[in-house]
Nanobody
Framework: QVQLAESGGGLVQPGGSLRLSCAAS????????MGWYRQTPGKQRELVAI???????NYKDSVKGRFTISRDYAKHTVYLQMNSLKPEDTAVYYC?????????WGQGTQVTVSS
């Protein structure tokens, strides 16, 4: 079992920045992929950014150049640095971790970009 605890969401003006954090606990040695998804009402959850154990990353096209995913293996934490935020980035952001036999999700944190 893996538990994920997110933090760092909130309200920010367009053009501003936020950093999301997600701390993993439990059977963390089995995790080989971590990332962030987001979801807005009435829409499917979508991939924002993902990072593999070797450091390879993948981003949603619309956040490339603005968002950066990173991972601190010693702290078992994954981060999402979000810069130049736009109103369309408003969503609930979910932390994600993958082990060979299961997928795990955090409880979600709200990010609202509005003036």
């Amino acid at each position: 079992q893996v538990q994920l605890a997110e933090s760092g969401g909130g309200l920010v003006q367009p053009g501003g920045s936020l950093r999301l954090s997600c701390a993993a606990s439990g059977t963390i040695s089995s995790i080989y992929l971590m990332g962030w998804y987001r979801q807005t009402p009435g829409k499917q959850r979508e991939l924002v950014a993902i990072i593999a154990n070797g450091g390879r990353t993948n981003y949603k096209d619309s956040v490339k150049g603005r968002f950066t995913i990173s991972r601190d293996y010693a702290k078992h934490t994954v981060y999402l640095q979000m810069n130049s935020l736009k109103p369309e980035d408003t969503a609930v952001y979910y932390c994600y971790a993958k082990v060979p036999e299961a997928d795990y999700w955090g409880q979600g944190t709200q990010v609202t970009v509005s003036s």
